[in-house]
């Protein structure tokens, strides 16, 4: 439906559905098989009914969601940027031959630190897409039949979301600067409950780890390791007692950030232009 609606409406520019049938044979069958794949294609086709003008944003918008899932590409979120047009890679019998540059060449043909404006755009769009969807599985209501489905609008948001942060991240290495959004999730907590600084510092360092919330037995192992590997000679009375009050302290102080990271944070767009009365 959606190739004969747009072969219709892009008849003056015939290269347009070659280029898109070529993405969408490139892309993972598993991804044109899920869910996700399924609700964009609707979505773009709904607009394009909608508004025939608009024929080339939308499938400009679905060849970009395609291109993050093409099976030799895959968005490789967490490795280094492809390489440009011009580079070629050696092959493996040349690889083995050929001799490495010497130091000083290298420092003069490396690549400065980022990206190319053309990684950041495509990226960027790739974000505003994901949002879009985001929105729309938000504004649907989920019945019961859903519940127990493994494509769910929630679980379909929450794999939508973690591909959000993904690129994100990904975004921020190219652009060279920082990914912390300012969150009181992301704020360091200090700790000084005891009388040991080398106990002081391997807790506040165990509690600062991202998704970490610990319990009593990490706080104890980890006030044992610290006095094994400084020689602080604690008795075991000593290090359960320091473990509980150090828990204790923690626990409150985790659960405290977490309460106000949800009371900044929460919310949802269906409710940002509620005015009471």
């Given at each position: 439906?959606?190739?004969?609606?747009?072969?219709?409406?892009?008849?003056?520019?015939?290269?347009v559905i070659p280029?898109?049938?070529?993405?969408?044979?490139?892309?993972?069958?598993?991804?044109?098989?899920s869910a996700e794949f399924r609700?964009?294609?609707?979505?773009?086709?709904?607009?394009?009914?909608?508004?025939?003008?608009?024929?080339?944003?939308?499938?400009?918008?679905l060849c970009t969601v395609l291109k993050a899932h093409t099976l030799r590409r895959k968005l490789a979120l967490t490795s280094a940027p492809p390489p440009t047009a011009g580079a070629t890679s050696p092959s493996p019998s040349t690889a083995t031959t050929t001799s490495p540059p010497p130091p000083s060449s290298l420092t003069?043909?490396?690549?400065?630190?980022?990206?190319?404006?053309?990684?950041?755009?495509?990226?960027?769009?790739?974000?505003?897409?994901?949002?879009?969807?985001?929105?729309?599985?938000?504004?649907?209501?989920?019945?019961l039949a859903e519940l127990d489905s493994e494509d769910s609008t929630y679980l379909q948001e929450s794999r939508l979301k973690r591909k959000m942060m993904r690129i994100f991240e990904k975004l921020c290495q190219l652009k060279s600067?920082?990914?912390?959004?300012?969150?009181?999730?992301?704020?360091?907590?200090?700790?000084?409950?005891?009388?040991y600084p080398e106990v002081n510092r391997r807790i506040e360092r165990f509690i600062n780890r991202p998704e970490v919330f610990p319990d009593y037995?990490?706080?104890?192992?980890?006030?044992?390791?610290?006095?094994?590997?400084?020689g602080l000679g604690l008795a075991q009375r000593q290090m359960e007692n320091m473990a509980q009050d150090a828990f204790r302290e923690v626990g409150n102080?985790?659960?405290?950030?977490?309460?106000?990271?949800?009371?900044?944070?929460?919310?949802?767009?269906?409710?940002?232009?509620y005015r009471p009365g």
């Amino acid at each position: 439906q959606f190739l004969v609606l747009c072969t219709r409406l892009t008849e003056e520019h015939p290269e347009v559905i070659p280029f898109l049938c070529g993405r969408h044979q490139k892309a993972s069958p598993d991804f044109l098989a899920s869910a996700e794949f399924r609700n964009i294609l609707s979505r773009c086709l709904g607009r394009i009914r909608t508004h025939h003008n608009k024929v080339y944003v939308y499938i400009n918008e679905l060849c970009t969601v395609l291109k993050a899932h093409t099976l030799r590409r895959k968005l490789a979120l967490t490795s280094a940027p492809p390489p440009t047009a011009g580079a070629t890679s050696p092959s493996p019998s040349t690889a083995t031959t050929t001799s490495p540059p010497p130091p000083s060449s290298l420092t003069a043909s490396s690549r400065p630190p980022g990206g190319s404006k053309r990684q950041i755009r495509y990226l960027e769009n790739l974000l505003r897409v994901y949002m879009g969807e985001i929105q729309r599985l938000q504004e649907r209501e989920l019945d019961l039949a859903e519940l127990d489905s493994e494509d769910s609008t929630y679980l379909q948001e929450s794999r939508l979301k973690r591909k959000m942060m993904r690129i994100f991240e990904k975004l921020c290495q190219l652009k060279s600067c920082s990914s912390l959004t300012g969150r009181v999730i992301e704020q360091r907590i200090p700790y000084r409950g005891t009388r040991y600084p080398e106990v002081n510092r391997r807790i506040e360092r165990f509690i600062n780890r991202p998704e970490v919330f610990p319990d009593y037995a990490d706080i104890l192992k980890v006030i044992q390791k610290a006095s094994a590997r400084h020689g602080l000679g604690l008795a075991q009375r000593q290090m359960e007692n320091m473990a509980q009050d150090a828990f204790r302290e923690v626990g409150n102080r985790l659960q405290e950030r977490r309460h106000l990271d949800l009371v900044y944070n929460f919310g949802s767009h269906l409710t940002d232009q509620y005015r009471p009365g």
